[in-house]
Nanobody, 125 residues
Framework: EVQLQASGGGLVQAGGSLRLSCAASGFTFDAHAIGWFRQTPGKDLEGVSCIHLGDGRKYHTASVKGRFTISSDNATNMVYLQMKDLKPEDTAVYYC??????????????????WGQGTQVTVSS
């Protein structure tokens, strides 16, 4: 059974940092990619960052480039999203999700077949 568990969210002031974690299990790690998505009420789900667990290729959406870094530890089946210089507009529920699609970097949420439960990130101004 595929399971994803996101954690690490919280309340932080603008300019601060947080690290989100995604504990993954139930699939062949190096044949998949993990994506981080976020959603605020009334808005569409937005792809933030993704990483291929086999070759390590990483992609970030433009609004977080230079501030967010995605990484993985294949030995422990963990994926991390290090977020720095946080802004109020980063406030959202963050989800990790898994895909075996070769076009994972397009952040098409329908290509991600299993999702974690989400973790709230709130950035105060």
């Amino acid at each position: 059974e595929v399971q994803l568990q996101a954690s690490g969210g919280g309340l932080v002031q603008a300019g601060g940092s947080l690290r989100l974690s995604c504990a993954a299990s139930g699939f062949t790690f190096d044949a998949h990619a993990i994506g981080w998505f976020r959603q605020t009420p009334g808005k569409d789900l937005e792809g933030v960052s993704c990483i291929h667990l086999g070759d390590g290729r990483k992609y970030h959406t433009a609004s977080v480039k230079g501030r967010f870094t995605i990484s993985s530890d294949n030995a422990t089946n963990m994926v991390y999203l290090q977020m720095k210089d946080l802004k109020p507009e980063d406030t959202a529920v963050y989800y990790c999700a898994v895909t075996n699609s070769g076009t994972y970097y397009y952040f098409r949420n329908y290509e991600y077949y299993s999702w974690g439960q989400g973790t709230q990130v709130t950035v105060s101004s």
